[in-house]
């Protein structure tokens, strides 16, 4: 069992930056795929960020390329997500998500899933 806690999220402007953490306890945390998924009111979760057992290898929604940059730490059992020239379509609750598998794309589904954490930009 892994658990997953989120942690950064707000309000911010458009134009602003945000960076989300995601705390995971229970098992090694190396040996996980690890990514970030959102979702906005009325719509479909979707998927945000990947990043490899060793942060070597990363992938992005064509949505967030070049704004956002997923980023783990091994030592602390920390993953990240740093968000930057925040758009209002960016506002929805933003997940963590482990799995045994890459978390490559929106065709990704990770076994374990954090409570998430509500990220708003406002204009």
């Known amino acids: 069992q892994v658990q997953l806690v989120e942690s950064g999220g707000g309000l911010v402007q458009d134009g602003g930056s945000l960076r989300l953490s995601c705390a995971a306890s229970?098992?090694?945390?190396?040996?996980?795929?690890m990514g970030w998924f959102r979702q906005a009111p009325g719509k479909e979760r979707e998927f945000v960020s990947g990043?490899?057992?060793?942060?070597?290898?990363?992938y992005y929604a064509d949505s967030v390329k070049g704004r956002f940059t997923i980023s783990r730490d091994n030592a602390k059992n920390t993953l990240y997500l740093q968000m930057n020239i925040l758009k209002r379509e960016d506002t929805a609750v933003y997940y963590c998500?482990?799995?045994?598998?890459?978390?490559?794309?929106?065709?990704?589904?990770?076994?374990?899933w954090g409570q998430g954490t509500q990220v708003t930009v406002s204009s």
């Open positions: 998500a482990a799995g045994i598998l890459p978390i490559t794309t929106a065709q990704a589904t990770p076994r374990y």
């Open positions: 990043i490899s057992k060793n942060g070597g290898s990363t």
């Open positions: 229970g098992r090694t945390f190396s040996n996980y795929y």
